[in-house]
């Protein structure tokens, strides 16, 4: 999978901050439903646990 950066640099005082940020590139439509499928079952897994 490829990934889009984009780069933020901040000044905190006398210190630099970079903050890099991945995107995925999808080559299609059923590989982001495919990918958002999947994360949002792991999350469901997770998460069902702390659920009553």
Same mark, same amino acid.
């Given at each position: 999978? *490829?990934?889009?950066?984009?780069?933020? &640099?901040?000044?905190?005082?006398?210190?630099? #901050?970079? &903050?890099?940020? =991945? /995107?995925? &590139?999808? &080559?299609?439509?059923?590989?982001?439903?495919? /990918?958002?499928?999947? #994360?949002? *079952?792991? =999350?469901?897994?997770?998460?069902? *646990?702390? #659920?009553?």
């Amino acid at each position: 999978m *490829k990934y889009a950066q984009s780069n933020h &640099v901040a000044q905190i005082g006398n210190k630099t #901050i970079t &903050v890099r940020n =991945l /995107t995925p &590139v999808f &080559v299609s439509r059923d590989e982001k439903k495919d /990918t958002k499928d999947k #994360i949002e *079952k792991g =999350l469901y897994d997770i998460f069902k *646990k702390y #659920i009553p």
